[in-house]
Protein backbone atom coordinates (compact mmCIF):
# COMPACT_ATOMS: atom_id res chain seq x y z
CA UNK A 1 0.00 0.00 0.00
CA UNK A 2 1.66 3.07 -1.12
CA UNK A 3 1.84 6.41 1.48
CA UNK A 4 -1.75 7.85 -0.44
CA UNK A 5 -3.42 4.90 0.00
CA UNK A 6 -2.29 4.83 3.41
CA UNK A 7 -3.26 8.38 4.20
CA UNK A 8 -6.91 7.67 2.92
CA UNK A 9 -7.36 4.58 4.69
CA UNK A 10 -6.52 6.01 8.14
CA UNK A 11 -8.84 9.13 7.06
CA UNK A 12 -11.78 6.82 5.92
CA UNK A 13 -11.20 4.19 8.80
CA UNK A 14 -14.68 1.97 8.41
CA UNK A 15 -16.74 5.07 6.66
CA UNK A 16 -18.13 5.07 3.33
CA UNK A 17 -17.88 6.86 0.03
CA UNK A 18 -20.52 7.78 -2.03
CA UNK A 19 -20.55 7.94 -5.97
CA UNK A 20 -22.99 10.18 -8.06
CA UNK A 21 -23.40 10.18 -11.27
CA UNK A 22 -25.19 9.95 -14.78
CA UNK A 23 -26.02 6.44 -16.59
CA UNK A 24 -23.00 4.99 -17.93
CA UNK A 25 -20.88 7.43 -15.93
CA UNK A 26 -19.19 4.15 -14.62
CA UNK A 27 -20.45 4.28 -10.77
CA UNK A 28 -20.45 0.13 -10.38
CA UNK A 29 -16.72 0.14 -11.93
CA UNK A 30 -14.92 3.07 -10.36
CA UNK A 31 -16.82 1.52 -6.80
CA UNK A 32 -15.54 -1.84 -7.41
CA UNK A 33 -12.14 -0.36 -8.13
CA UNK A 34 -12.04 1.77 -4.32
CA UNK A 35 -13.49 -1.39 -2.84
CA UNK A 36 -10.79 -3.38 -3.57
CA UNK A 37 -8.03 -0.84 -3.26
CA UNK A 38 -8.91 0.06 0.56
CA UNK A 39 -10.43 -3.59 1.50
CA UNK A 40 -13.80 -2.29 1.31
CA UNK A 41 -17.83 -3.55 0.02
CA UNK A 42 -19.00 -2.38 -2.94
CA UNK A 43 -22.75 -1.20 -1.62
CA UNK A 44 -24.58 -0.92 -5.12
CA UNK A 45 -28.36 0.43 -4.48
CA UNK A 46 -29.47 -1.04 -8.07
CA UNK A 47 -27.80 -4.17 -6.90
CA UNK A 48 -29.27 -4.28 -3.69
CA UNK A 49 -33.14 -3.74 -5.16
CA UNK A 50 -32.53 -6.41 -7.71
CA UNK A 51 -31.81 -9.39 -4.70
CA UNK A 52 -35.27 -7.74 -2.97
CA UNK A 53 -37.34 -10.68 -2.11
CA UNK A 54 -40.76 -8.99 -4.08
CA UNK A 55 -38.80 -8.94 -7.50
CA UNK A 56 -42.26 -8.17 -9.28
CA UNK A 57 -42.48 -5.27 -7.73
CA UNK A 58 -39.24 -3.69 -8.19
CA UNK A 59 -39.25 -4.88 -11.95
CA UNK A 60 -42.02 -3.18 -12.73
CA UNK A 61 -40.77 -0.05 -11.30
CA UNK A 62 -37.31 -0.23 -12.35
CA UNK A 63 -38.40 -1.23 -16.11
CA UNK A 64 -40.50 1.61 -16.59
CA UNK A 65 -37.42 3.71 -15.36
CA UNK A 66 -39.02 5.00 -12.16
CA UNK A 67 -37.62 5.21 -9.33
CA UNK A 68 -38.53 3.02 -6.24
CA UNK A 69 -40.55 5.53 -3.25
CA UNK A 70 -38.31 6.58 -0.93
CA UNK A 71 -40.61 4.11 2.24
CA UNK A 72 -39.74 1.15 0.22
CA UNK A 73 -36.05 2.20 -1.18
CA UNK A 74 -35.26 3.10 2.55
CA UNK A 75 -37.18 -0.12 3.71
CA UNK A 76 -34.75 -2.38 1.73
CA UNK A 77 -31.34 -0.44 2.18
CA UNK A 78 -31.10 0.66 5.20
CA UNK A 79 -31.16 -3.00 6.70
CA UNK A 80 -28.02 -3.93 4.75
CA UNK A 81 -26.07 -1.17 6.14
CA UNK A 82 -26.11 -2.99 9.45
CA UNK A 83 -25.49 -6.42 8.24
CA UNK A 84 -22.06 -8.20 10.87
CA UNK A 85 -20.77 -9.09 7.90
CA UNK A 86 -19.66 -5.15 7.30
CA UNK A 87 -18.64 -4.22 10.13
CA UNK A 88 -15.24 -2.65 10.76
CA UNK A 89 -15.09 -2.04 6.86
CA UNK A 90 -15.30 0.85 5.02
CA UNK A 91 -17.96 1.59 2.22
CA UNK A 92 -18.35 2.34 -1.13
CA UNK A 93 -21.86 3.07 -2.05
CA UNK A 94 -23.10 3.50 -6.07
CA UNK A 95 -25.82 6.18 -5.73
CA UNK A 96 -27.32 4.93 -2.37
CA UNK A 97 -29.99 7.55 -1.25
CA UNK A 98 -30.01 9.67 -5.19
CA UNK A 99 -33.86 10.59 -4.34
CA UNK A 100 -34.16 14.22 -2.96
CA UNK A 101 -35.38 13.34 0.53
CA UNK A 102 -33.18 10.44 0.94
CA UNK A 103 -29.98 12.33 1.58
CA UNK A 104 -31.15 12.73 5.54
CA UNK A 105 -32.03 9.28 6.02
CA UNK A 106 -28.96 7.81 4.26
CA UNK A 107 -26.24 9.93 6.78
CA UNK A 108 -28.11 8.94 9.45
CA UNK A 109 -28.11 5.48 8.80
CA UNK A 110 -24.27 5.46 7.76
CA UNK A 111 -23.35 7.40 10.88
CA UNK A 112 -25.56 5.33 13.23
CA UNK A 113 -24.06 1.79 11.32
CA UNK A 114 -20.25 2.68 11.42
CA UNK A 115 -19.78 3.80 8.29
CA UNK A 116 -20.37 7.67 8.13
CA UNK A 117 -20.26 9.18 4.68
CA UNK A 118 -16.19 10.73 4.33
CA UNK A 119 -16.52 12.20 1.09
CA UNK A 120 -19.41 12.07 -2.11
CA UNK A 121 -18.13 11.42 -5.53
CA UNK A 122 -20.06 12.88 -8.53
CA UNK A 123 -18.98 11.31 -11.46
CA UNK A 124 -19.32 14.15 -14.59
CA UNK A 125 -20.76 13.56 -17.65
CA UNK A 126 -22.90 15.16 -20.47
CA UNK A 127 -25.55 13.84 -21.66
CA UNK A 128 -24.53 13.32 -25.05
CA UNK A 129 -21.95 10.83 -23.82
CA UNK A 130 -23.94 9.29 -21.58
CA UNK A 131 -25.72 8.35 -25.16
CA UNK A 132 -22.94 7.72 -27.05
CA UNK A 133 -21.46 5.14 -24.03
CA UNK A 134 -25.54 3.99 -24.58
CA UNK A 135 -24.58 3.37 -28.58
CA UNK A 136 -21.94 1.60 -28.34
CA UNK A 137 -22.93 -0.56 -24.97
CA UNK A 138 -25.76 -1.57 -27.57
CA UNK A 139 -23.26 -3.01 -30.24
CA UNK A 140 -20.81 -4.79 -27.07
CA UNK A 141 -23.55 -5.69 -25.52
CA UNK A 142 -21.15 -5.65 -21.90
CA UNK A 143 -24.21 -4.65 -19.92
CA UNK A 144 -25.89 -8.31 -19.90
CA UNK A 145 -29.52 -8.21 -20.70
CA UNK A 146 -30.30 -5.47 -17.89
CA UNK A 147 -33.98 -4.39 -18.21
CA UNK A 148 -33.19 -0.71 -17.49
CA UNK A 149 -31.14 -0.37 -20.32
CA UNK A 150 -33.50 0.92 -23.01
CA UNK A 151 -33.80 4.02 -24.70
CA UNK A 152 -37.05 5.59 -23.17
CA UNK A 153 -35.69 4.31 -19.40
CA UNK A 154 -32.23 6.29 -20.05
CA UNK A 155 -34.22 9.19 -20.88
CA UNK A 156 -36.33 8.44 -17.90
CA UNK A 157 -33.41 8.40 -15.78
CA UNK A 158 -31.94 11.18 -17.07
CA UNK A 159 -35.22 13.56 -16.22
CA UNK A 160 -35.54 11.90 -12.78
CA UNK A 161 -31.75 12.39 -12.28
CA UNK A 162 -31.88 16.15 -13.06
CA UNK A 163 -35.05 16.59 -10.93
CA UNK A 164 -34.56 14.18 -8.18
CA UNK A 165 -30.90 13.62 -7.86
CA UNK A 166 -29.16 17.12 -8.72
CA UNK A 167 -31.06 18.07 -5.53
CA UNK A 168 -29.17 15.41 -3.25
CA UNK A 169 -25.37 16.69 -4.50
CA UNK A 170 -25.84 19.73 -3.91
CA UNK A 171 -27.05 18.77 -0.62
CA UNK A 172 -23.51 16.96 -0.16
CA UNK A 173 -21.89 20.09 -1.63
CA UNK A 174 -23.14 22.70 0.81
CA UNK A 175 -21.69 20.17 3.06
CA UNK A 176 -18.59 20.42 2.00
CA UNK A 177 -18.17 16.85 1.16
CA UNK A 178 -18.24 16.36 -2.53
CA UNK A 179 -15.53 15.64 -4.79
CA UNK A 180 -16.08 16.06 -8.76
CA UNK A 181 -14.11 14.08 -11.34
CA UNK A 182 -14.31 14.34 -15.22
CA UNK A 183 -16.49 11.11 -16.23
CA UNK A 184 -15.33 10.90 -19.43
CA UNK A 185 -11.19 10.47 -18.70
CA UNK A 186 -10.23 6.68 -19.29
CA UNK A 187 -11.86 4.34 -16.25
CA UNK A 188 -8.11 4.38 -15.07
CA UNK A 189 -7.41 7.86 -15.37
CA UNK A 190 -10.85 8.76 -13.15
CA UNK A 191 -9.59 6.32 -10.61
CA UNK A 192 -6.49 8.06 -10.21
CA UNK A 193 -8.64 11.29 -10.04
CA UNK A 194 -10.91 10.24 -7.61
CA UNK A 195 -7.69 8.69 -5.41
CA UNK A 196 -5.71 12.81 -5.29
CA UNK A 197 -8.80 13.99 -4.55
CA UNK A 198 -9.34 12.08 -1.86
CA UNK A 199 -5.76 12.47 -1.00
CA UNK A 200 -6.07 16.15 -0.32
CA UNK A 201 -9.26 15.69 1.52
CA UNK A 202 -7.97 13.16 3.78
CA UNK A 203 -5.16 15.56 4.15
CA UNK A 204 -6.38 18.02 5.53
CA UNK A 205 -9.28 16.40 7.48
CA UNK A 206 -5.79 14.24 9.76
CA UNK A 207 -4.68 17.93 9.87
CA UNK A 208 -7.93 19.09 12.01
CA UNK A 209 -8.02 16.46 13.86
CA UNK A 210 -7.03 17.07 17.50
CA UNK A 211 -3.84 15.09 19.03
CA UNK A 212 -4.26 13.94 22.22
CA UNK A 213 -1.49 14.54 24.74
CA UNK A 214 1.72 12.68 25.69
Given at each position: ?10 WL????I ?58 I ?31 E ?7 P ?37 I ?11 V ?7 D ?8 G?L????V ?24
Amino acid sequence: MDIKTQKISEWLGTGSINIFGRPFAGKDTQGSELADIFGGVLVAGGDILRHYHNQEEIEQIMSAGGIIPSDLYLKIVLPFLSRPDLNGKPLILSSVGRLQGEEHTIMEATTSSGHPIKAVVLLQLTEEEVWRRFDASLVSHDRGDRADDHRQVIKNRLHKFQNKTVPVIEFYRDKGMLIEVDGTLSPEEVTKEILDSLTSRALLDLSKAPTLPD
